[in-house]
């Protein structure tokens, strides 16, 4: 099993362009979640997706927009990107219900550098 | 748990014990107290898991007082390989809005 898979791992966009982040899960997991992570900082949270059908605003949701495409794929949208959306892009899922009940599984990350 | 506490740093020297302590003085009664690693240039990975009292695994300890308002994670004899980030998770809403925060950051020496 591949677990949780990011795609693409890098990428430079210039200020002003879009882009979309892919996620893709193969346990089953009900939940996602899309965190990024600045230099020397912890995990923020952006958007996350309790089920299939649902989608929430997370801490810094501004700027993004995100697509819960089926159970498997959670999609992140970033429409017009500006450099302090430079960052390491993290996606996750779990199998429980919340409130800390089943692990996150995180994927690689995508590293992002708007200039 | 909604917003917790963590001291920023740490350091340590290999062979040590390091306790680490997380404050959530918010925590539902439905929370699980949940701690996560993170090495440099990787996601997360989960340490360990807890309700109330303590429990152990082959990688930590976490202990847990009966009020549920903090909890530690116990690392016993560091290693030089323990130096990474520590988070102790906190939940909002329904549950599902996962909080890291900015975690610990243990640096172990030899």
């Known amino acids: 099993n591949a677990g949780v898979t990011q795609t693409p791992k890098f990428q430079v966009l210039k200020t002003g362009q879009s882009m979309t982040l892919q996620c893709a899960q193969d346990?089953?997991?009900?939940?996602m979640y899309w965190y990024r992570q600045d230099p020397g900082m912890g995990l923020r949270l952006i958007y996350y997706?309790?089920?299939?059908?649902?989608?929430d605003k997370g801490e810094v949701p501004n700027g993004y927009n995100v697509s819960r495409l089926n159970k498997r794929e959670f999609s992140l949208r970033l429409e017009s990107a500006a450099p302090s959306q430079t960052s390491v892009y993290f996606c996750?899922?779990?199998?429980?219900?919340?409130?800390?009940?089943?692990?996150?599984?995180f994927g690689n990350g995508t590293r992002l550098t708007v200039t | 748990l909604a917003k917790t506490t963590q001291p920023i740093s740490m350091d340590s020297y290999e062979g040590q014990e390091v306790n680490i302590t997380c404050s959530h003085n918010?925590?539902?009664?439905?929370?699980?107290i949940t701690w996560y690693q993170q090495f440099p240039s990787q996601g997360p990975r989960f340490i360990i898991q807890?309700?109330?009292t303590k429990v152990t695994n082959e990688v930590a300890s976490l202990f847990i007082p009966a009020d549920r308002k903090s909890s530690t994670l116990s690392l016993p004899r560091v290693s030089l390989s323990d130096t990474a980030v520590y988070y102790c998770?906190?939940?909002?809403?329904?549950?599902?809005?996962?909080?890291f925060g900015a975690g610990t950051r243990l640096f172990v020496k030899a």
């Open positions: 996750a899922s779990s199998g429980g219900g919340g409130r800390g009940n089943s692990p996150l599984h």
């Open positions: 346990m089953n997991h009900n939940s």
């Open positions: 997706s309790a089920s299939e059908g649902t989608t």
């Open positions: 918010n925590i539902a009664t439905n929370d699980y």
């Open positions: 807890g309700y109330k």
């Open positions: 998770l906190g939940f909002e809403g329904g549950g599902f809005k996962t909080i």
